[in-house]
């Protein structure tokens, strides 16, 4: 089993419509979760950290629910822009912080 | 301004013919960390640096080497390139150990021929 689960999309959509991406993962010690966008044949760039109270930025809305190892991305109102992969990533403290990434879920925005 | 600069940002290198990626950093960070993503894959943790100490992950193929001579400065070196070492390489760095945020470079697309 993957620690970090993600459905690889591509979630086609509209500009303007709401799009949501899911994550699961494995080991119930992980301690910090985050969400990566990776555009094509780019590095990744962190997008937002996830809270257990959940947080907001702009049109991005994250949320985690550490009982079911569950990680959420809500997008409002999608631009051309979003379009991209969106990696789910936690963390693990095995003497250092380390990251452990999903495989992303491709997003496609469409006019 | 670049933060995180790996050169080339395209390497192509014959199946056997050993070949060396450079990453550099401007912000002073002390770990360094080399990541292989594959396509469609996830970024592979290889090793990182805290400072000098060289800390490798248990599944790295031995054909992957890294230096760290001062701490802007740190490479990746393949011995022997084979076909499914094609991919892309990615450094990043974080300013101590336990920060979560890592700050990638655009990564260096390596090609076996």
């Known amino acids: 089993r993957k620690e970090v689960e993600q459905d690889p999309g591509p979630f086609n959509v509209p500009e303007g419509a709401t799009v949501a991406f899911n994550c699961t993962y494995s080991?119930?010690?992980?301690?910090?979760f985050f969400w990566y966008r990776q555009d094509c044949r780019k590095e990744p760039k962190l997008l937002m950290s996830?809270?257990?109270s959940g947080n907001e930025d702009g049109r991005f809305t994250a949320q985690l629910n550490r009982a079911s190892q569950y990680i959420s991305l809500l997008i409002r109102d999608s631009k051309l822009s979003d379009s991209a992969t969106y990696l789910c990533v936690v963390t693990l403290n095995t003497g250092f912080q380390k990251l452990v990434f999903g495989t992303g879920t491709r997003l496609l925005v469409s006019p | 301004d670049a933060m995180v600069i790996q050169n080339p940002r395209y390497q192509v290198t014959q199946f056997g013919k050993p070949v060396t990626l450079s990453c550099s950093q401007t912000l002073n960070h002390n770990v360094m960390y080399w990541y292989q993503q594959k396509s469609s894959q996830a970024p592979k943790l290889l090793f990182h640096y805290y400072d000098k100490d060289f800390n490798n992950e248990a599944d790295t193929p031995d054909n992957f080497q890294s230096r760290r001579p001062n701490t802007s400065f740190c490479f990746l070196d393949i011995r022997s390139p084979g076909l499914g070492d094609a991919a892309m390489y990615l450094c990043a760095t974080t300013e101590v150990q336990g920060a979560q945020e890592q700050y990638f470079g655009p990564g260096t697309r390596l090609t076996v021929t």
């Open positions: 996830v809270y257990s």
């Open positions: 080991n119930s010690a992980s301690q910090s």
